[in-house]
Nanobody, 125 residues
Framework: VQLQASGGGLVQAGGSLRLSCAAS????????MGWFRQAPGKEREFVAA????????YYAEFVKGRFTISRDNAKNTVYLQMNTLTPDDTAVYYC???????????????????WGKGTLVTVSS
């Protein structure tokens, strides 16, 4: 199984980025997908998650209204559209895949079965 995150980079505050995570080696539509991030010197934290079929989404409070998670099961890809970025959003962003039955609290704790390697997002002030 591979999860390949991409789309990170350097952006000015107020700007936007779209992250992608392409999955292979698993039945993508059977997994909930999530995005997490880890800033320097901080623990990894939950950002957003999306269920497999109905597309129900969940967000951390600090990204509500700014970030949007979506998925394309035909392309085995999950996306994170990030708008109105601030320097506090600077982090390595990781995608993860969890079995469809994983409860929300476990998703938010990072209970992923598979992890990607991450993509760095740097927001300058």
């Amino acid at each position: 199984v591979q999860l390949q995150a991409s789309g990170g980079g350097l952006v000015q505050a107020g700007g936007s980025l779209r992250l992608s995570c392409a999955a292979s080696g698993l039945t993508f539509s059977s997994y909930a997908m999530g995005w997490f991030r880890q800033a320097p010197g901080k623990e990894r934290e939950f950002v957003a998650a999306i269920r497999r079929n109905n597309g129900m989404t969940y967000y951390a409070e600090f990204v509500k209204g700014r970030f949007t998670i979506s998925r394309d099961n035909a392309k085995n890809t999950v996306y994170l559209q990030m708008n109105t970025l601030t320097p506090d959003d600077t982090a390595v962003y990781y995608c993860g895949a969890a079995p469809f039955s994983t409860i929300l609290s476990e998703l938010k704790r990072g209970g992923m079965q598979y992890w990607g390697k991450g993509t760095l997002v740097t927001v300058s002030s």
